[in-house]
């Protein structure tokens, strides 16, 4: 999956900007060319940035975009064929006819994601061995739409991966397969050069006596605020980092449960390989749904009541049916403004719709009886529409809704709470993520007076133009 980074690199840009422009899809179009552009701007962030956590964000910044873009092109390819198919009147497959029906869209978001880990006894407990550190983040694909979580630092002081993040995505079928896919890069090779002034001061200092170990690891510690230490390597190439997928998951409708659960991963790495993380193989999400008919009304109208309960016959109310329930208020503004109901039919499984019309001469002569069964009880209430039109129309909202219930199934139970994600904030989460350099050398007080550039360029190496890229591509999310 690493390829994604560079498998764009030699391709026209103005032909897929054409073939774009040959569809009647502005939006894709839109899109694409977005993407493009931010691919562009993370090209140039990451060969004018030095520090690694700014190279990080940046490599991964690039992976997304290609990732959307390879996602974009097959959507116009896709498109591009079904136009053709329909010019020449035929279909992907003769044999099987078009469906009917179509289920109504939702949101699907995912949500408390936790990936644990599984340290060996000594590294964990004892803390021993090397300190390795990974930066990780998540790729999460549903259709053409593609998102991402915040990177993350991992250590072995770490018991398990957590990203804070709310993924949502507005478009979704009940057919949807929602991919995880978990990318980390090592930096272990910044956590070793970050330590070796230190380390190798304490051993100097150990050998070399008290006295003549402290002028030693005096003068270290000054060359190292100055930059001019030979212990430091020199900057990393402009190449960058290079981020692994270390394990990836396909989630769907069954997996929906509005509560906390855990999944298995299929891990992609090995111990032997060198970007190895300790997983533990599982990864612990909320996954929700929100189909359409459940939070959207699908029909509304006037009615008038033949049976329902207590209410008087003849009574006129104003119908709305919403998820599974078909709520008769007084007038359509107490819809609106958020009034109870007169009275509520509920709408489920189980329900029994049936169409009729009056024997006798009646302004309001067709029926709509609907039926529910509590225990050993048949509730049946019955309302009359004014035409015919009228009728087909509530029957077919409610076949509709029956359908659609077929399809999401146990989404359709009750209404699953989504909240909506709150707005990433990356310059700001990068800024916190310092390097072990920082951590381990800049963090302590230097006697020759102001930080070291060292192997790290200053945030005012980033030129305004960059600056200005990088912002536009995570606020236009």
Avoid at 97 to 103: A, F, H, I, Q, S
Avoid at 139 to 168: A, C, P, Y
Avoid at 209 to 238: E, F, H, Q, W, Y
Wanted: hydrophobic share 35%; aromatic share 6%.
């Amino acid at each position: 999956m690493q390829d994604r980074l560079h498998i764009l690199e030699d391709l026209n840009m103005l032909y897929i900007r054409q073939m774009a422009l040959s569809l009647e899809d502005t939006e894709l179009q839109r899109k694409l060319d977005h993407e493009i552009r931010m691919r562009e701007g993370a090209c140039k962030l990451l060969a004018a940035c030095s520090q690694r956590e700014q190279a990080l964000e940046a490599t991964k910044s690039l992976l997304v975009c290609n990732s959307r873009i390879l996602s974009y092109m097959g959507e116009l390819q896709r498109r591009k064929e079904a136009q053709v198919l329909g010019k020449t009147g035929r279909r992907p497959s003769d044999s099987v006819p078009p469906p009917e029906r179509t289920p109504c869209r939702g949101r699907v978001c995912i949500s408390d994601l936790r990936i644990p880990l599984m340290w060996k006894d000594t590294e964990y407990f004892k803390n021993k061995g090397d300190l390795h550190r990974w930066a990780v983040f998540l790729l999460l694909q549903l259709g053409e739409q593609i998102q991402d979580t915040e990177m993350v630092l991992v250590d072995r002081t770490l018991t398990d991966i957590s990203f804070q993040n709310n993924v949502l995505f507005a478009e979704a079928g009940p057919d949807f397969e929602l991919r995880l896919e978990l990318y980390g890069a090592c930096v272990e090779e910044e956590g070793a050069l970050a330590g070796a002034p230190k380390r190798l001061a304490t051993k100097l200092s150990s050998s070399l006596g008290r006295s003549s170990g402290k002028r030693v690891r005096a003068s270290l510690d000054s060359a190292g605020g100055s930059g001019n230490s030979p212990i430091l390597l020199p900057t990393p190439t402009v190449g960058g980092p290079r981020f692994h997928l270390l394990a990836h998951t396909t989630l769907t409708l069954a997996a929906v449960q509005d509560g906390f659960r855990t999944h298995d991963l299929t891990l992609a790495s090995h111990e032997e390989n060198p970007t190895w993380l300790p997983l533990y193989g599982s990864v612990c999400c909320r996954l929700a749904a929100q189909p359409l008919c459940m939070t959207q009304p699908t029909a509304s109208g006037t009615l008038r009541v033949q049976q329902a309960g207590e209410l008087r016959n003849g009574t006129l109310v104003h119908g709305v049916l919403k998820g599974t329930n078909l709520f008769c208020y007084w007038r359509s503004e107490d819809a609106d403004t958020g009034q109870e109901p007169l009275f509520t039919i509920a709408i489920n499984k189980e329900t029994r719709v049936r169409a009729g019309e009056l024997e006798q001469a009646s302004e309001w002569p067709f029926t709509l009886s609907i039926s529910n069964q509590y225990g050993d009880d048949a509730v049946t209430n019955t309302l009359q529409v004014e035409s015919r039109e009228a009728l087909q129309n509530w029957m077919e909202a409610l076949w509709q809704l029956f359908f659609d219930m077929s399809q999401w199934k146990h989404c359709c139970d009750e209404v699953m709470k989504i909240e909506t994600p709150a707005p990433r904030k990356p310059l700001q989460a990068l800024a916190k993520q310092g390097s072990l350099y920082h951590e381990m050398v800049l963090s302590e007080p230097v006697a020759s007076g102001g930080p070291s550039e060292g192997l790290l360029l200053q945030n005012n190496a980033i030129s305004a133009e960059i600056r200005a890229l990088l912002l536009a591509y995570y606020s236009d999310r």
